[in-house]
């Protein structure tokens, strides 16, 4: 065990090299001249020659290409061209608000997903299980920018019952906290609990039909103890390993969700960067985000490999 996570540790290097040498490639040649959509409209041209030299922006490719390799060696991600901090604070603060919204969205999810999909696979009732199907299945294909602007729409305008944009840190108000983070944690919760819901429900109906299940029934243990400690527990694997991958949907989700409802995290940061040319700040959010990926994959290979014995991570030589 010790070893496999040494050697996903070591494997770190290359799966988030390769994305942000993809990223330096394309942000330089992407057609336009960072240095006039960062100064505006009014800046002279020799403002804008300052600021493309402070940039390095006329240095050769390659030669800017071993400046940004120094920098990401030494973990240097430089200062924000726009907001003039520097990008790790930046990026940092925003990550904290992401994180808040993506631990409550999963908690939603977690709560919603398993317990209905567990629901769906035991039930006799066929038009019950039918019908969470369908809506499972309306969930998984609701993109999340439209049930966002629906739910600001009745809950925020129509019947007034949450605000609709702002942020209140939890250090400051606990209960405005949680108010202003509603919708958006709910918007992008119940898109993740229609997937953890059909993932739950094929898992249930697939152990319920493995060996160890009849062996348990010959030896006449009680249904709800076969189900409880054997299926459900079984099932559990592929919904952990979901849960895992929709760490990826709620971040992607959140570029969109944190935009509709003005909410100061990574993905509203990340667009406006983009939007900036601010090549530092992009950098920096996306090394995060490669780093978040890659330790939340690790993190449900083990998780896995303790709810289901056999699973077996060491990797022989």
């Given at each position: 065990?010790?070893?496999?996570?040494?050697?996903?540790?070591?494997?770190?290097i290359p799966?988030?090299?390769?994305?942000?040498?993809?990223?330096?490639?394309?942000?330089r040649?992407?057609?336009?001249?960072?240095?006039?959509?960062?100064?505006?409209?009014?800046?002279?041209?020799?403002?804008?020659?300052?600021?493309?030299q402070?940039?390095?922006?006329n240095?050769?490719?390659?030669?800017?290409?071993?400046?940004?390799?120094?920098?990401?060696i030494?973990?240097d991600?430089?200062?924000?061209i726009?907001?003039?901090?520097?990008?790790?604070?930046?990026?940092?603060?925003?990550?904290?608000?992401?994180?808040?919204?993506?631990?409550l969205?999963?908690l939603?999810?977690?709560?919603?997903?398993?317990?209905?999909?567990?629901?769906?696979?035991?039930?006799k009732?066929?038009?019950?299980?039918?019908?969470?199907?369908?809506?499972?299945a309306?969930?998984?294909?609701?993109?999340?920018?439209?049930?966002?602007?629906?739910?600001?729409?009745?809950?925020?305008?129509?019947?007034?019952?949450?605000?609709?944009?702002?942020?209140?840190?939890?250090?400051?108000?606990?209960?405005?906290?949680?108010?202003?983070?509603?919708?958006?944690?709910?918007?992008?919760?119940?898109?993740?609990?229609?997937?953890?819901?059909?993932?739950?429900?094929?898992?249930?109906?697939?152990?319920?039909?493995?060996?160890?299940?009849?062996?348990?029934?010959?030896?006449?243990?009680?249904?709800?103890?076969?189900?409880?400690?054997?299926?459900?527990?079984?099932?559990?694997?592929?919904?952990?390993?979901?849960?895992?991958?929709?760490?990826?949907?709620?971040?992607?989700?959140?570029?969109?969700?944190?935009?509709?409802?003005?909410?100061?995290?990574?993905?509203k940061?990340l667009?406006?960067?983009?939007?900036?040319?601010?090549?530092?700040?992009?950098?920096?959010?996306?090394?995060?985000?490669?780093?978040?990926?890659?330790?939340?994959?690790?993190?449900?290979?083990?998780?896995?490999?303790?709810?289901?014995?056999?699973?077996?991570?060491?990797?022989?030589?």
């Amino acid at each position: 065990m010790l070893s496999y996570i040494f050697k996903r540790l070591l494997a770190l290097i290359p799966t988030v090299a390769v994305p942000m040498v993809m990223l330096f490639i394309l942000l330089r040649l992407t057609p336009g001249d960072p240095a006039a959509v960062i100064l505006g409209e009014e800046a002279t041209a020799a403002d804008i020659a300052n600021l493309r030299q402070e940039m390095g922006l006329n240095d050769p490719l390659w030669l800017q290409f071993i400046a940004w390799l120094g920098r990401m060696i030494r973990f240097d991600f430089g200062e924000s061209i726009f907001l003039r901090t520097a990008v790790s604070d930046s990026v940092l603060a925003a990550a904290g608000v992401t994180a808040q919204l993506a631990v409550l969205a999963l908690l939603v999810a977690v709560l919603i997903g398993p317990l209905l999909g567990a629901i769906a696979a035991s039930t006799k009732s066929r038009s019950l299980d039918k019908a969470m199907v369908i809506g499972s299945a309306v969930g998984i294909a609701t993109p999340t920018f439209w049930l966002a602007i629906l739910m600001v729409l009745v809950f925020g305008v129509m019947l007034r019952w949450l605000p609709v944009a702002g942020y209140v840190p939890p250090t400051t108000d606990f209960g405005q906290f949680l108010r202003f983070m509603a919708l958006p944690a709910v918007a992008l919760g119940v898109l993740e609990a229609a997937t953890l819901f059909r993932y739950s429900r094929n898992g249930v109906l697939d152990a319920k039909h493995q060996p160890f299940v009849t062996t348990a029934r010959a030896q006449g243990l009680a249904e709800r103890t076969i189900t409880g400690q054997y299926v459900f527990r079984s099932a559990l694997v592929p919904v952990v390993t979901v849960v895992g991958l929709s760490m990826a949907s709620l971040l992607g989700g959140a570029v969109v969700t944190e935009n509709v409802f003005s909410l100061p995290g990574l993905g509203k940061l990340l667009l406006t960067a983009v939007d900036r040319r601010d090549y530092p700040l992009i950098e920096g959010c996306i090394f995060f985000i490669a780093i978040i990926f890659v330790l939340v994959n690790l993190l449900v290979d083990v998780v896995c490999a303790f709810l289901d014995p056999r699973i077996r991570l060491d990797i022989k030589d």
